[in-house]
């Protein structure tokens, strides 16, 4: 038995064949805010993907990175009067307190930006060496020209990247640059910016530079599924591909697989404008499960709204399932268990999995079930809800 995902590289619907370890990369957050709902949609997928998985008996390492050096968590420190560091700190604790609430797996490794410099400075002088970098005026650039495959994930055509690069902090009218799509690999420091040593001058990181090199101290060259929001495709995944496999000649990852973005009644959800609903915030009024379960309603790849009234609903369903199934022991063979599985390994059709589980609540409540009550507690247990 397998999974069946949507690779993005692929664009395809594709069984995902995998050896008994899983190497897994799933870019973390920039920690100069609190965990919102896009960040809870994106780390539950990759959760039950997860669950299903260890299910099917392959064992998961999940590498989620912290980015605490970059061009936002900077400004926000300085905004704030903080330490960048200590920004970081505060978020990331707010982060892992709604990571536990949502009952998410926890990264096995958990690397730092700000640990990974020499890393990082050891990758670019190789690109370097390599004619796949330059420096202009204290700036070190990729040079795309030198990657053929350059957009082999995001499908883009040049112009299509270009437009998306100067929305997602690309320079793609910096002079200094030879191509409008080359990218910062290091760069000087502001004055009250944080800076390093390095052979291209004092300075630090560009943003995409810092995932290949916390990819490969802890997974290696190439690892097996690599995940994110689907806005990171492009740049950030596109960059961090042609970085990583100049370097090491060899794919940087087995399958990319991406999740959808999350607006906010109507419009995008985003911290410009100070729409977000943030998880801790949402679990002050709903039972996290309920989180889950809300969350799980929609596809994980499809982008989506989040509108008030659905915590509430999502509330009354958890309520029932528990109602109907809490407490008891869980049944872990059965038709309803076998039917979420095969929901789960159909691209993680979560939408099917909770038409099943209320479902099934439901004929229990009325006494129509034809499964032990167990069927329904491990069922939702496989997808992280503990009835």
Request: contains cysteine.
């Amino acid at each position: 038995m397998t999974m069946r995902l949507y690779d993005t590289a692929q664009a395809a619907v594709i069984d995902i064949e995998l050896d008994a370890h899983v190497r897994m990369y799933v870019c973390g957050i920039t920690p100069y805010d609190s965990t919102h709902l896009g960040h809870a949609a994106t780390y539950l997928s990759y959760d039950l993907i997860i669950r299903r998985l260890e299910d099917l008996g392959h064992t998961v390492q999940l590498v989620r990175n912290v980015t605490d050096v970059d061009d936002s968590i900077l400004p926000k420190a300085r905004e704030l009067g903080v330490d960048f560091l200590e920004l970081a700190e505060m978020e990331m604790d707010r982060f892992d307190q709604d990571m536990v609430a949502l009952n998410t797996r926890r990264a096995d490794v958990e690397p730092r930006a700000t640990e990974s410099i020499d890393d990082m400075i050891e990758i670019i002088e190789k690109l370097v060496d390599r004619g796949h970098a330059y420096t202009t005026e204290g700036t070190t650039y990729f040079d795309v020209n030198t990657f053929p495959d350059f957009g082999k994930l995001s499908h883009l055509n040049e112009q299509e990247m270009v437009v998306l690069a100067a929305e997602r902090g690309g320079r793609p009218d910096d002079p200094k640059q030879h191509n409008p799509l080359d990218f910062v690999l290091w760069q000087p420091s502001a004055d009250d910016e944080p800076s390093w040593e390095s052979p291209f001058g004092t300075g630090r990181p560009g943003w995409h530079i810092e995932c290949s090199a916390m990819s490969m101290r802890a997974l290696g060259p190439t690892i097996d599924i690599h995940g994110g929001g689907g806005d990171l495709i492009f740049p950030h995944h596109e960059c961090e591909i042609a970085q990583s496999e100049s370097v090491n000649g060899e794919p940087l990852s087995r399958y990319w697989i991406h999740a959808g973005l999350v607006a906010y009644q109507g419009t995008k959800m985003s911290k410009s404008l100070g729409n977000l609903v943030f998880v801790s915030e949402l679990r002050k009024e709903i039972d996290p499960r309920a989180i889950r379960l809300a969350l799980m309603a929609h596809h994980y790849r499809s982008d989506f709204e989040w509108f008030d009234e659905e915590g509430p609903r999502a509330q009354r369903d958890l309520e029932l399932l528990i109602r109907s199934g809490g407490g008891v022991q869980p049944v872990s063979e059965g038709p309803l268990i076998d039917e979420v599985r095969d929901a789960l390994d159909d691209d993680l059709d979560t939408r099917r999995v909770c038409e099943l589980l209320i479902r099934e609540a439901q004929a229990i409540e009325k006494g129509t079930s034809s499964s032990p009550q167990g069927c329904l507690v491990a069922a939702a247990s496989l997808c992280g809800i503990q009835l």
